[in-house]
């Protein structure tokens, strides 16, 4: 059997970070993805799709994401139930993340300028940070802290460091 849930989305508001009462963090998300076709008006659709994130890595998107972030997620899908106050049967179907890959840099959609390269870096579990070398090919025999990369072309996501012009009229929440 198989439960494997891959996203990529921008968050419709700043996550939510909540401690249980043993102190365990857990973060909570929706992000907006688009469908892949277009309506018959011409427009594209949305779904907004809740995402929960436990431990360290809910610190993290609690701390680098906000409303707007590009964000990629990788889990599984998880049904729970509870009784509300009214005592009716609520169903929550979410995404229950074990991954989370921030897809921009920080301050790209803060509108803000300067360098910063923390903010290609994926959180998983116990794995901590994952240096993304966008637009750079570096050859297999090479680890990790070896810099001899091989420049490839200009990659076309890359903001060079300057504020992305976008308004609100462009995001799809």
Same mark, same amino acid.
């Given at each position: ?51 929960? @994130?436990?431990?360290?890595? &809910? !610190?993290? =998107?609690?701390?680098?994401?906000? #409303?707007?972030?590009? %964000? +990629?997620?990788? /889990? ?15 169903? @929550?179907?979410?995404?229950? &993340? !074990?991954? =989370?890959?921030?897809?921009?840099? #920080?301050?790209?959609? %803060? +509108?803000?300028? /300067? ?59």
């Amino acid at each position: 059997m198989m439960n494997r849930v891959v996203l990529v989305g921008r968050l419709t508001k700043d996550p939510d970070l909540r401690y249980t009462p043993s102190g365990v963090a857990v973060a909570t998300f929706t992000l907006a993805v688009n469908r892949p076709f277009s309506n018959q008006q011409g427009d594209r659709e949305a779904d907004f799709i809740n995402c929960v @994130v436990w431990r360290r890595p &809910a !610190e993290n =998107v609690a701390n680098f994401l906000k #409303k707007g972030s590009l %964000a +990629g997620v990788d /889990g599984r899908v998880q049904t729970r139930s509870y009784d509300n106050q009214e005592g009716k049967r609520v169903y @929550v179907t979410e995404i229950v &993340a !074990e991954s =989370v890959q921030f897809l921009e840099p #920080k301050n790209a959609s %803060a +509108g803000q300028s /300067g360098g910063n390269s923390g903010g290609d870096q994926g959180y998983r579990g116990n794995q901590g940070n994952q240096n993304n070398n966008f637009g750079q090919n570096q050859p297999r025999e090479n680890n990790q802290n070896n810099q001899n990369y091989t420049k490839v072309d200009k990659d076309p996501f890359s903001n060079d460091g300057q504020p992305i012009d976008i308004s609100d009229d462009d995001l799809p929440f």
